[in-house]
């Protein structure tokens, strides 16, 4: 499982990278960045999930 | 000059957010229009419609199409010709529209994203601290008139570099703005006088002795080459005090009220104070201080409204927030859930720029509450009143303290 993050659906509200800083940083503006580009361990699916789970735009997905 | 209002009989028909009755309680209010007319109607205010359901405010929110936020605050009629034309408005970026918007946006943005806001942490802590140590030895405080309110008024002072001692004259300023929306514009420009001055002054001070505040950073800052316009930078300060202060009160001071009277919620969060972060995100959700307001830009029909141009919209962030197809158990404070898409900082293109210091100061104001007074209780529930209008949140807060650290 990898992490896609729509950058037009991203409006910096910061669940992400505050819920999975492992996974999620932010930039000068605030908007998301992908920290872990690549496939995800079983623990990573966890925090991403949970990232995407609350992010109020819906621009995060984990996808195979 | 306040004109006596009827008080509404039908939410659905006659919708007013004004009305005793809503502000006493809106949740059931919200409830019930939802399950028979998710998108109110009023004739009051000019016109006005008020959507409940999750989906129809975010879709409203993210439609900058027909829908346009030249002006955000509901005034007694509709606009007509003296409200500043989009898109720019009259307080970037709030008060603008695409494209222009995401330009006055863009400006900002750096000065509020994490890492400059988190720097502000051990600030906001200790004027927090201090805060608590004033009110150590009574055993009634009020939470929202000596906790609550400075918190965000030190904040914003001291990002735009002014003296944390002005901080009554910038709630008084807030009132001024908010209640001048209604004015007629003569009126209106006498009653910001004095808002308008204050400003001039400080912007005279900065251009002179220049430091590393956002005020300075305004006025250094460019947009394709030219400096901003007075009317813009003035604007933009005013818009981070209106913005930036009754919204963060009311935030924290419902976070207060919920765990005063909820007393396992706040033994859980002094027993693991690792759960306030989620704890806040609920609270955000669940007591959503903020509900914005759109103009129908020209006439056109919304689920089957027939809106008419410069017909109110009354975008209610705190009713998606408790709708229960959008989220589980809508109308209960669970402080841990795991899954939160709350909308109380809003949705699209005119997220929160203060959302990050919100938290901040959330986060630093629960923390050391709680930290100093592990257990409390409301002390007068008759002495509880709340905020009328678009910001609602606690205004008074009377609190026993019953446990001391
Ligand atoms: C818990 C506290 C707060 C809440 C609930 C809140 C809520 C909101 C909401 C719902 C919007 C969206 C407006 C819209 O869609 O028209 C907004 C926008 C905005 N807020 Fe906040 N706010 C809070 C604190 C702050 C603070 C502390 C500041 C700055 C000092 C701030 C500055 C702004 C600005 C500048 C905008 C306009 C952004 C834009 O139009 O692009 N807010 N806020
Ligand atoms: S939570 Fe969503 S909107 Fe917010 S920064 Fe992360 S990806 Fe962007």
Redesign the pocket.
Known sequence: MKIKLDLEKCQGHGRCYSLAPELFDSDDLGNAVVLVTGELDADQIVQATLAANNCPEYAIEVVA | MTMEKLPVADFATDFDHTDPQWVADPYPIMEDLRERCPIAHSNRYGGMWVPVLHEDVSAI?NDTEHFT?RT?VVGSGRPGEDAPPAPIGV??????DPPF?AI??RL?LPA?APKKINALESFSRELCRRLIAEMADREVIDAAVDYAQHI?VG??AK?LGLPQEDGDLFRSFVHIILEGVDLPQEQRIEAFQPVEAYFIRVLEEHQANPNDDLTSFLLEAEIMGNKLEDAHIFG?MI???V???D??W???GSSIWHLAKNPEDLARLVEDPSLIASAIEEF?RAY???????LVKEDFEFKGCPMKQDDWIL?G?PAANRDPKFFDRADEVIIDREQNRH?????????????N???L??QTALEEFIAAFPKFEIADDDGVTFSQGQ?RGPRTLPIRILERS
């Not at chain 2, 959503?288 to 759109?294: D, E, I, L, S, Y």
């Open positions: 929110a936020s955000v307080a970037p970026p709030i008060s603008s918007h006055a946006r900002m509020f965000p904040l914003i990002m933009s818009l981070l005090v913005a930036g202060i919204t963060t009311s935030a924290i955000l959503a201080p903020v509900t914005m307001a759109r975008l962030f909308a109380a900082f809003g949705l699209g293109i005119h997220r929160c720029l203060g959302s210091l919100a938290r100061e959330m910001v």
